[in-house]
């Protein structure tokens, strides 16, 4: 439902595209690593997905369960939730690993939260915290990169400027854009698969923020 729901919506806020490299697949039992710079961005990741055939489990911060409808929606479909600072912390991983294991695929934002900006424009991913490390050594599961860009123009910055964003996105009807990477595999040994995975996803997100015209991808 979250996926459909997404795809139903997004058309409705913005104008996406989406694209792949020759080599993507989105095979069972992998994890989809995106970029995360707005509120927006699950709904336009999700909605990219979905067009591909794909109806992953997410990891979200936990708070989103307790919206009512929403909270319930996304504990009946499976979804994950992240309790961060929490002894329950551990248990995100535990139900990654074992949705893995059921072949399906998990959605994870390996940032940990959003940037501290005001503006709208793109930039870079940050730093990935060690919960894709941990959930590759786990599993050994094919990582697929995912760049998204554009949902900051949706909603960024403050709370008004957020909700004036989404408010006024059906008029604006902003450009969306998502890029799926080839697949890696890091191997439980690697010294280094949240680096890899970092480059690869921020590869993705230099191809969706070119496609349109954002100054930080063009730079670089």
């Known amino acids: 439902m979250l996926s459909r729901f997404a795809d139903a ?16 697949e989105l095979a069972p039992g992998s994890i989809i690593v995106a970029n995360h710079t707005s509120l927006a961005d699950p709904a336009v990741v999700l909605a990219a997905l979905h067009r591909l055939g794909v109806r992953p489990v997410v990891m979200a911060t936990a708070g989103l369960w307790r919206v009512p409808v929403l909270g319930r929606a996304l504990a009946l479909e499976g979804h994950i939730p992240v309790h961060r600072g929490d002894r329950r912390a551990a248990d995100a991983l535990d139900g990654a690993v074992e949705a893995l294991g059921r072949g399906r695929l998990v959605l994870i934002y390996a940032e940990g939260g959003l940037p501290h900006r005001t503006d709208a424009a793109e930039a870079a991913p940050g730093a990935f915290r060690s919960g894709l ?32 964003g989404l408010f006024t996105a ?11 990477g080839e697949p890696l595999e890091l ?5 280094a698969p949240a680096e890899r995975a970092h480059t690869a996803v921020t590869a993705a997100w230099r191809t969706a923020a070119a496609r349109l015209g954002e100054p930080a991808a063009l730079a670089a």
């Open 170 to 180: 059906p008029l604006r009807r902003p450009e969306l854009h998502v890029h799926v």
């Open 9 to 24: 919506l997004v058309p409705a806020v913005g104008r996406l595209t989406v694209t792949a490299d020759a080599g993507a």
């Open 133 to 164: 490390s941990r959930l590759v050594g786990r599993t050994g599961a094919p990582v697929v990169p995912v760049g998204q860009a554009g949902a900051r123009r949706v909603t960024s910055g403050s709370t008004a400027k957020q909700l004036a």
């Open 187 to 191: 191997a439980a040994e690697d010294a």
